[in-house]
């Protein structure tokens, strides 16, 4: 039989991961008074759309976050932003392969491309390695300088800030990445003259858009999912 103060304590640890548990998913008040948006509740896909513009099933609500597998392509924000911090949580499964889009715009594929095209992806993949297709890369176009991402299964915090012609990643605390739009006026081209798949011209590429959670193949879990929008 456990004494009164064990039990006490049992107890008020139970108290404290409940209240832990009710925190994910809402703003706190010096988020409030700083303009941050929660962008999802942590029960509903309210404000969330497939790319086509569609309501989503509910069952990507799970354990109060967003898991994008299975969708068409990405699971997408119903409005359109420009100059922002975007902060979020994620969690991946192995063999994970994810990503955030942002600067999507407009979502109307172009002939024989997907929509992917149309944005700029932060990468999430379930690796250790720092390169163009690994986590906290720009997809394709800027290696991070790092791969801060915490092993398979545990929370990280990624933050985005997309802020006209430059774009900053930073996660679990650690600036991993940054590019310049403007250095990039050519298709194809990174800044430094290497090649790249995308057909873009990134200093003319939209610098407001859709931002969304992808699914290729794999269950990843987004929770916590604020914007403070810049002017």
């Given at each position: ?82 100059n922002y911090q975007l902060a979020l949580d994620f969690k991946i499964s192995p063999k994970c392969n994810s990503g955030v889009f942002i600067r999507t715009f ?88 290497t090649a790249h798949k995308f057909d873009v011209a990134y200093k003319s590429h939209p610098r407001k858009g859709y931002f969304g959670l992808q699914d290729h ?15």
């Open positions: 039989m456990k004494s009164p103060r064990i039990a006490l304590l049992l107890l008020l640890l139970g108290v404290a991961h409940i209240s832990a548990l009710a925190e994910e998913n809402v703003l706190s008040e010096q988020e409030r008074q700083e303009g941050w948006q929660l962008l999802f509740d942590g029960k509903t896909t309210k404000g969330w759309m497939s790319p086509k513009e569609k309501p989503l099933d509910q069952s990507h609500v799970q354990n109060g976050s967003l898991n994008p597998h299975p969708c068409d392509y990405m699971l997408v924000h119903e409005k359109v932003w420009e407009p979502l109307t594929p172009r002939p024989g491309k997907d929509v992917g095209f149309n944005g700029i992806e932060v990468a999430i993949d379930d690796t250790s390695s720092a390169g163009f297709h690994d986590t906290g890369a720009i997809y394709d176009l800027v290696k991070p300088k790092r791969n801060a991402m915490k092993s398979v299964g545990q929370w990280n915090h990624l933050v985005i800030t997309s802020d006209r012609n430059l774009l900053e990643i930073e996660l679990n605390g650690q600036k991993v990445n940054r590019i310049d739009f403007d250095e990039w006026p050519e298709p194809n081209k990174r800044a430094d003259g193949g794999s269950d990843c879990w987004y929770q916590n999912i604020k914007i403070l929008p810049r002017p």
